[in-house]
C-alpha cells in the first residue's frame, strides 16, 4: 500500500529537563529534584546491583515470535508474545531528546519495526509510521465500520479490502503487533464496531461488534488473538476469518492475550479469573483471582515460564502454565490498573494507580518499592534490569536494579501507556499529544 506523507512536524529539542522527583523507598528517602547525573549519562556500570540479570537461567524471556515480523526489535505490546515487557538490550546511555512527533496517541504503546520505524494507532483514527529522525508519515488508511469489512465474528467468514475514513467520528486504534509479513494488525475502537486490519499486500477488517481495548498478539501458527466483549478471538492473520472463539465472561475485555511456550493463550478477565486456551481452543485450565483482572499488561509469562497475573485489588499471581496451579501470590496493597514486567532475571515489576512501581523476586517476596508522583504505565526492564515506567505526572522514570532513581526524563505530558525500546536502546513513549523518542 503506498504511503501517503501527513502534515506533522517533528521538532528536534534541546537535551530534556530531567528530575528525580519521586520517593526512594531503599533508603534514600524524598529527593529534592536534582539532575539524576551532570552529564545526563545513564551507565549500567553504576547501578547498585546490576550484575548478569541472566545468571543461572536459561528459559527463553520472549516465547516463539515465527508469528511476528523478523528482526524488529519491538514489534508488539509488551514487546513479545510473553508480553513480559523485557530486551536483551541495554537502555539508553543519554536522556536526550532525539525528536518530538506532533502524534495523539496516549492511550496505545509504540511498536518498532526491523528497520527502525515507529508505528502507532492515534486517538483521531491514523495509523502513522515515525523514522528515526521524527518524520512522520501515513502508513495505511484505517479501515472503518464504511469500509467493506468482513462482518461479524460469527459469520462465515468472508473478507474484503480495507478501504479508507471517509467520515468521523474517528475510533480511537489500539496497539499494533507486526505481523511476520509486515502486516499492521491493530484494532480499533468507536463504540460502535470493533475491527482488524493489516495494512499490506492483503488488507482486511473484521467487525465483531464491541470496542476494542486490548491490543493483538500474533502466535506462530498465523492465528492473532484478541478479546473484545466478553469473548476470546482467534483470527486468522492471512485473511482476518475467525478460526476460533471462546468466552471469557468479559464486557470490557481490557487485559491484552499473551501467550506461553507452546502456543497456550491466555487472558486474564475481569471476571476474577485466568483463562488458558491452546491454539485449537481447547480450553486448558482456570484460576480464580481475589478481583478483577483489567491492566491491559494484566498477564504476562517470565523467564521461567510462570504465567504472572495481577488484579485490581493489587495481588500478584504466580501459576503453573501446564495445569494453573498457583506458586505464589504477594498482595502489594495498591491496585495494578496497567500492569506489569518481568525481567531477565525473572523478578516481577509493577505498577500501581498510587503511582508506586513494586518489584518483587521470582519467589513473589518484594525486593523494593518506588513512588512516583502519578499513576504509572506498564514497565518495560532492559538488559541491565533497569526498570523504565511513565508516569501520570510527565516523566519517564529510570529505576536501578537496587530499586534507587538512575534518572527522570520530563516529557511535558502524561504517560499512560507501556513505553518501546529500539535496537539501539532508544526508548519511545507516548503522550496524549506527542510520540518523543529519547536516547540512546
Known amino acids: 500500500m503506498r504511503r501517503r506523507w501527513l502534515p506533522f512536524l517533528a521538532a528536534l529539542v534541546a537535551p530534556a529537563l530531567y528530575a528525580a522527583c519521586g520517593d526512594d523507598s531503599s533508603g534514600g528517602g524524598k529527593n529534592p529534584g536534582g539532575d539524576a547525573s551532570t552529564d ?21 524471556p520472549c516465547g516463539d515470535r515465527s508469528g511476528l515480523v523478523a528482526n524488529a526489535a519491538w514489534p508488539m505490546a509488551g514487546g513479545c508474545p510473553k ?31 526491523a528497520d527502525g520505524t515507529i508505528y502507532v494507532a492515534t486517538a483521531d483514527g491514523r495509523l502513522v509510521g515515525v523514522d528515526l529522525g521524527g518524520g512522520v508519515t501515513d502508513a495505511g488508511a484505517q479501515p472503518s465500520s464504511d469500509a467493506g469489512d468482513g462482518g461479524d465474528a460469527s459469520n462465515d467468514g468472508g473478507t474484503d479490502a480495507a478501504g479508507g475514513n471517509d467520515a468521523g467520528p474517528f475510533p480511537t486504534g ?5 505481523g511476520k509479513g509486515g502486516q499492521l494488525v491493530y484494532g480499533e475502537s468507536d ?47 492471512a485473511t482476518g476469518i475467525p478460526v476460533w472463539m ?46 478483577p483482572i483489567a491492566a491491559t499488561a494484566g498477564v504476562l509469562v517470565d523467564r521461567t515460564g510462570a504465567v504472572i497475573a495481577a488484579d485490581q485489588s493489587g495481588t500478584v499471581y504466580a501459576l503453573a502454565p501446564d495445569t494453573g496451579k498457583e506458586r505464589w501470590h504477594t498482595p502489594l496493597g495498591s491496585p495494578v490498573v496497567s500492569g506489569c514486567a518481568a525481567g531477565l532475571d525473572a523478578a516481577i515489576f509493577c505498577s500501581s494507580s498510587d503511582g508506586k512501581v513494586f518489584a518483587l523476586e521470582p519467589s513473589g517476596k518484594l525486593r523494593w518499592t518506588y513512588a512516583t508522583l502519578g499513576a504509572n504505565s506498564a514497565p518495560i526492564v532492559d538488559a541491565n534490569g533497569i526498570v523504565y515506567v511513565g508516569s501520570e505526572d510527565g516523566h519517564l ?44
Not at 497456550?264 to 476474577?272: E, N, Q, W
Open 191 to 237: 463504540g460502535k464496531t470493533y475491527a482488524f486490519a493489516v495494512t499490506s499486500t492483503a488488507s482486511w477488517a473484521r467487525t465483531v461488534g464491541t470496542p476494542l481495548v486490548s491490543s493483538p498478539v500474533i502466535g506462530p501458527s498465523g492465528n492473532v488473538y484478541v478479546s473484545a466483549g466478553g469473548t476470546l478471538y482467534a483470527l486468522s492473520l
Open 40 to 60: 545526563g549519562t545513564a551507565e549500567a556500570a553504576n547501578d547498585d546491583g546490576g550484575a548478569d540479570a541472566e545468571a543461572g537461567l536459561t528459559g527463553d
Open 174 to 178: 489500539t496497539s499494533i503487533a507486526i
Open 246 to 291: 471462546q468466552s471469557t465472561h468479559d464486557v470490557n475485555a481490557a487485559t491484552s492475550p499473551a501467550i506461553a511456550d507452546g502456543e497456550l493463550v491466555l487472558i486474564g478477565s475481569a471476571d476474577k479469573h485466568v483463562y488458558a486456551f491452546d491454539k485449537s481452543g481447547a480450553g486448558r485450565w482456570s484460576f480464580a483471582t481475589g478481583a
Open 83 to 113: 508480553r513480559g515487557g523485557v530486551t536483551q538490550v541495554a537502555g539508553p546511555h543519554s536522556t536526550t531528546i532525539r525528536f518530538r512527533a506532533s502524534v495523539p496517541a496516549g492511550g496505545t504503546s509504540p511498536v518498532i519495526d
Open 397 to 440: 522514570y529510570a529505576i536501578a536494579p537496587s530499586g534507587k532513581l538512575r534518572f527522570a526524563v520530563t516529557v511535558f505530558g502524561p504517560v499512560r501507556a507501556q513505553p518501546a525500546m529500539g535496537g539501539d536502546g532508544a526508548i519511545y513513549v507516548t503522550t496524549d499529544t506527542e510520540l518523543i523518542g529519547i536516547g540512546p
